[in-house]
């Protein structure tokens, strides 16, 4: 049987875009897969669906000035090269027919080293602008799925896929949702998140407002692990960690988070009215690009992290927004797993 290897890590962002595809070929049951990367939150996340997992350990590039990067980031390249004689190790162990990358990290070894047995390799994109690792490795690639159309017509290699989407994103219905949440149907519903470890800025901006917020709406939040407080205010449920996202986004009416590419997607296919509160330190870049692409489509709402103390009122103003209900109901941003895994299928059935 054939066998696709899939990179990608570092944040929840480079590896649930993989497991939708994943997700997918295992339930065709005609390619096998399998997955490489490191002691981070890549392993955790696929340990759940029980395929190999080979571990490497990779350089990650350390952002910013000061000593300490330098010190770190001067180390890289002897690095990469132990990085990449693990990966060789480990791909003549699985001899995957081709490797598929997620970007992050992890995956410039993984590509160098499948380039070096002529392993074919494929690449997703999920932001407006191409991460690092994308960018080291685009040429190495038969070809750069995106996101974005504008994203792919910059790129010699590039093709408009679209977003890979998770199945469970779309498998709740409102009335089943609000009932396994005990939550009435005649509720408006808020979900606050803020990424895989959650956001310490909008849950601090969140729990300041509750007062206001929960005399017109039921709140609920997922504030990362660790950051569950003490609370006797009704209609807040807060969670360290939900699994099920697409029991949350079908119960709620109105969803503000960080604007990572895969919670933007996630949220235009279902076509939520959203308020995204871009990551702007220690970042990129890519949080604003993208929240602005869509903004400037009137396809969502954006507020800046420093002007969070207007939350609750831009929470209003995005629901009260028809306008906006209009243009996501008009939107064509869909799952692109079907585009991305019949590119694949064809690639590796004709070796």
């Known amino acids: 049987m054939k066998k696709i290897l899939f990179t990608g890590g570092g944040s929840a962002g480079h590896v649930i875009p993989n497991i939708a595809i994943m997700e997918e070929l295992l339930s065709q049951g005609e390619i096998d897969v399998c997955?490489?990367?490191?002691?981070?939150?890549?392993?955790?996340?696929?340990?759940?669906?029980?395929?190999?997992f080979y571990q490497i350990e990779c350089p990650k590039l350390v952002r910013g000035g000061g000593f300490h990067a330098f010190k770190e980031n001067i180390k890289i390249p002897l690095r990469l090269r132990k990085a990449v004689k693990q990966v060789v190790k480990g791909l003549k162990i699985y001899q995957p027919d081709a490797v598929?990358?997620?970007?992050?990290?992890?995956?410039?070894?993984?590509?160098?080293?499948?380039?070096?047995?002529?392993?074919?390799?494929f690449a997703h994109e999920s932001d407006f602008s191409l991460g690092l690792a994308n960018k080291l490795t685009k040429n190495k690639c038969q070809c750069v799925f995106t996101s974005f159309p504008e994203t792919a017509k910059k790129l010699k290699r590039g093709v408009y896929s679209g977003a890979p989407i998770r199945r469970t994103v779309f498998t709740h219905t409102k009335a089943e949702a609000r009932l396994a949440l005990n939550i009435p149907f005649n509720e408006k519903v808020v979900l606050v998140f803020g990424g895989g470890s959650g956001s310490e800025a909008l849950n601090r901006a969140l729990r300041a407002r509750l007062n206001i917020l929960t005399q017109k709406y039921t709140i609920l939040h997922i504030c990362g692990k660790n950051n569950t407080v003490k609370s006797n205010v009704k209609k807040y449920i807060q969670f360290e960690y939900f699994s099920d996202m697409g029991l949350l986004y079908a119960s709620a009416d109105i969803i503000v988070s960080r604007a990572g590419a895969g919670t933007v997607f996630e949220v235009l296919a279902l076509k939520k009215p959203a308020l995204f509160v871009p990551l702007e330190k220690a970042s990129r870049g890519d949080q604003v690009e993208n929240a602005r692409y869509f903004e400037r489509k009137g396809l969502c709402h954006v507020l800046r992290e420093k002007e969070l103390e207007s939350l609750a009122e831009e929470i209003d103003k995005t629901i009260a927004d028809e306008r906006l209900k209009t243009k996501l109901l008009e939107n064509d941003f869909t799952s692109g797993n079907a585009r991305i895994l019949a590119k694949l299928k064809s690639a590796v059935t004709k070796k």
């Not at 997955?35 to 190999?52: A, C, H, N």
């Open 35 to 52: 997955y490489m990367g490191t002691d981070g939150i890549e392993k955790r996340l696929v340990s759940e669906w029980k395929i190999p």
């Open 100 to 121: 598929f990358s997620k970007g992050g990290f992890v995956a410039l070894p993984v590509i160098l080293g499948a380039r070096r047995l002529n392993i074919p390799c």
